[in-house]
């Protein structure tokens, strides 16, 4: 109940402000202004035509990155020689900002999709990697052991004992990487694309529409909010073993 409560605070507080210092439109516009903008594009179709765009590019980002993300984790999770090898380039890549990386995909890859998914896959690979071999790590040796000795296979292990020992971590880089995506998506359009909400920021900010500019920002911040909840229910019903009180 504390969440509504919060936001209608917020607003209030932020409808104080504008009236109060009375600050023009394209500086900081009230909220009656931006819902009014906001119904205006949602009836012409602009609205959802660029979030579609938008989360078509994020989703296909979480897909490729979290696949490639979490199959070379668990090949440096159980390789001491692989991490040792690879690490240092996997490290030293986290270096370079993906703002000046994306101009590069946009230039290698064209402005259409595929870069603004490859932007999408890179910001959120990183930190998945690391959970999920820190993951894969924290299974307890003595059960390693005990599973061996039952003579499990190695897709038994990983079925019965690895995965389910890791998925609290794994969802906690999930966490991280499905907000992530979104970032990464809003970069690779401020790059170069003529469509999306990270384009129908920049087109706001060019016409001094701020009223659309928020309408857009809102838009990402729902999108990242409904994927984080759509992660922590999956994480509530996979793992609900261990709250069985809660059930």
């Not at 949602?42 to 765009?53: K, P, S």
Request: with cysteine.
């Amino acid at each position: 109940m504390l969440a509504p409560v919060v936001l209608a605070a917020a607003v209030l507080i932020w409808e104080l402000i504008v009236r109060i210092a009375d600050y023009p439109t394209f500086l900081l516009p009230a909220p009656r202004r931006v819902a009014l903008r906001f119904l205006a594009v949602l009836r012409e179709g602009t609205l959802l035509t660029h979030t579609l765009v938008t989360l078509s590019e994020v989703l296909g980002g979480l897909a490729l990155g979290l696949s490639v993300a979490v199959i070379l984790g668990y090949l440096l999770a159980k390789s001491r020689t692989l991490e040792q090898i690879l690490s240092p380039y996997i490290v030293a890549s986290q270096a370079v900002p993906i703002v000046a990386l994306a101009p590069l995909l946009v230039i290698w890859f064209g402005a259409g999709t595929l870069s603004k998914v490859l932007v999408c896959a890179l910001t959120l690979f990183f930190p998945v990697l690391i959970n999920t071999i820190v993951g894969i790590r924290s299974v307890d040796r003595e059960l390693n052991e005990l599973m061996q000795s039952l003579n499990a296979s190695r897709w038994q292990v990983f079925r019965y004992l690895e995965l389910p020992a890791s998925l609290p971590v794994l969802f906690g880089g999930l966490k991280v990487g499905v907000t992530l995506s979104v970032i990464g998506a809003v970069v690779g359009e401020f790059v170069g694309a003529d469509r999306g909400l990270g384009f129908l920021v920049n087109l706001a900010r060019g016409l001094f529409d701020t009223p659309l500019m928020f309408v857009a920002l809102f838009t990402l911040m729902a999108i990242a909010l409904t994927l984080y909840l759509l992660v922590s229910t999956l994480e509530r019903w996979l793992l609900r073993w261990r709250w069985p009180e809660e059930i």
